[in-house]
């Protein structure tokens, strides 16, 4: 998250170029088990338990 507020930051407007690496970067966090962790732990009413990855 962020590299992609940097990557806004820097861009007057996002290009197509930028667009796509900014999916790509979502898709690293939402595909990790890290993020489901988060949103069990949420669900859950519990601290998370992340383990990098």
Do not use: C, H, W
Not at 1 to 7: F, I, P
Not at 17 to 22: G, I, K, N
Request: glycine share 6%; charged share 35%; hydrophobic share 30%.
């Amino acid at each position: 998250m962020k590299e992609q507020v940097r990557l806004l930051s820097s861009a007057r407007s996002i290009t197509p170029e930028l667009f796509e690496r900014m999916q790509g970067l979502r898709r690293v966090v939402y595909d990790s088990q890290d993020y489901e962790e988060g949103l069990n732990s949420f669900r859950e009413k519990r601290k998370p338990k992340f383990q990098g990855n």
